[in-house]
């Protein structure tokens, strides 16, 4: 996740609570502010929040570095500073197949948008020239200069470079990312992995207030994810702790794009759904789903293969029951490694909803017997497709990340 920010206006004290946007709409937080809580709570770390219910990403408690982590071989933490009336950011994520962008306010109130396809073929140069284009279009539109992008891959946060993104060509190894968009851009530009970047907008904004430890599953073109603990982001020493999606799975499984055999991307992808509805469609086992796509295959997607499982192909049914148990076998590892009270899954295979996510609660519950899996909450994205961005708006308003002093002595 990519961001850039440039703050204007006056300063205010942001005790109007949290804030954030769904469908185009605000909506207000479960419960109302902690009393006495001024912005973020002061253990904001990790390019992440300890959000209690009704806190907001901004305010001069982000300032600090209690509990920072080690990234890119040195401790960082995220920072910011006062949160001012009238300041917006700009959130770009960086996905395989689109790149969305938002321009919003500290609270996560959207005030402009925008969505094109990524081309990843014509390599890093034109998408990062169609990036910065999209953020002056962004400014354009809200009337104000901003903000943060999102990367899906490992990335040097450091230095601003692209490490390995292994859905793009080339895999963008060493891409000088920040400093070839920021003059483009004529903003500040801070990276973040898209999913990393999606679990702080969940953290932030969505299911994830108040909640202690949380894992967060975004599934799409790929497969990424990320981890909470104690309510902060962790991100671990390359900033690629979360790479829940290249768990193995199935040993000696179908081959992944990281290198490795049978991980959970390589089983349980939009594309690796979507390559089994095609070849239940050839093989003559799918009627329902020729029917729903017209006889297209390239028309097959998770959601015409939920329509057609809804119509009665039981073998597109079983398709997906068998990506929901791949998917909870996965979630029940995160469950006995790290007993979180929040499991929450993003991304485009997401929106299936209970028709994947029954799947997944039951598959966990069957696996998991050393712990009361069923104080384990299970949830869909508050924020659906806008997780990332908001992650990147929230990465943004807090001013990115810097290195922070060594840690004292307990």
């Keep these: 996740m990519l961001g850039v920010t440039r703050v204007e206006g006056r300063s205010r004290d942001g005790r109007d609570g949290l804030q954030g946007v769904f469908a185009g709409r605000r909506f207000a937080p479960d419960r109302p502010p902690e ?8 253990s904001l770390t990790d390019v992440g929040v300890a959000a209690s219910p009704g806190t907001v990403l901004s305010a001069p408690d982000a300032v600090g570095y209690d509990g920072a982590v080690r990234v890119g071989g040195g401790p960082m933490s995220v920072v910011g500073g006062p ?11 960086l996905g395989g197949t689109n790149i969305a962008g938002v321009m919003a306010d500290a609270d996560g109130l959207v005030r402009a948008e925008a969505n094109e396809p990524t081309r990843s073929e014509e390599g890093p140069d034109g998408v990062l020239t169609r990036i910065a284009r999209m953020i002056d279009a962004l400014a354009g539109e809200a009337g104000a200069r901003p ?15 692209t490490r390995f993104l292994p859905n793009f060509p080339t895999q963008w190894r060493d891409v000088p990312v920040r400093d070839a968009l920021a003059p483009r851009a004529g903003c500040e530009v801070h990276l973040l992995n898209d999913a990393r970047a999606a679990t702080l907008g969940e953290l932030t904004y969505g299911h994830g207030r108040g909640s202690g430890t949380m894992v ?27 790479e829940l999606g290249h768990q193995t799975i199935v040993p000696d499984g179908p081959l992944c794009g990281c290198g ?9 992808s939009g594309p690796a759904l979507a390559a089994e509805g095609v070849r239940l469609v050839l093989s003559g086992q799918a009627p329902r789903l020729r029917e729903t796509v017209g006889g297209d295959l390239a028309a097959v997607t998770p959601g015409t293969m939920a329509e057609a499982a809804a119509a009665g192909d039981a073998a597109v049914r079983a398709a997906i029951d068998r990506v929901a148990a791949y998917l909870g076998v996965g979630a029940a590892n995160m469950v006995v490694a790290l007993h979180p009270d929040l499991v929450v899954f993003g991304g485009g295979v997401a929106e299936l909803g209970d028709l994947l ?8 519950r069957r696996r998991v017997g050393m712990l009361p899996a069923g104080s384990v909450r299970i949830d869909r994205s508050l924020l659906g497709a806008r997780a990332g961005v908001l992650g990147a708006v929230a990465l943004a308003a807090a001013g990115g990340l810097r290195p922070a002093p060594p840690a004292r002595p307990m």
């Design 35 to 42: 009393p006495g809580r001024r912005g973020l709570p002061s």
């Design 83 to 93: 949160r001012t009336l009238g300041a917006l950011y700009a959130g770009i994520d």
């Design 147 to 161: 903000s943060a992008v999102g990367v899906p891959g490992l990335v040097d946060l450091e230095r601003g470079r």
């Design 216 to 242: 967060f599953f975004s599934v799409g073109t790929g497969v990424g994810g990320g981890v909470a603990i104690d309510g902060r982001l962790r991100l671990g020493p390359l900033g690629a702790a979360g």
């Design 260 to 268: 490795n055999r049978g991980c959970l991307e390589a089983l349980a």
């Design 357 to 364: 996510l029954d799947g997944v609660r039951a598959e966990v």
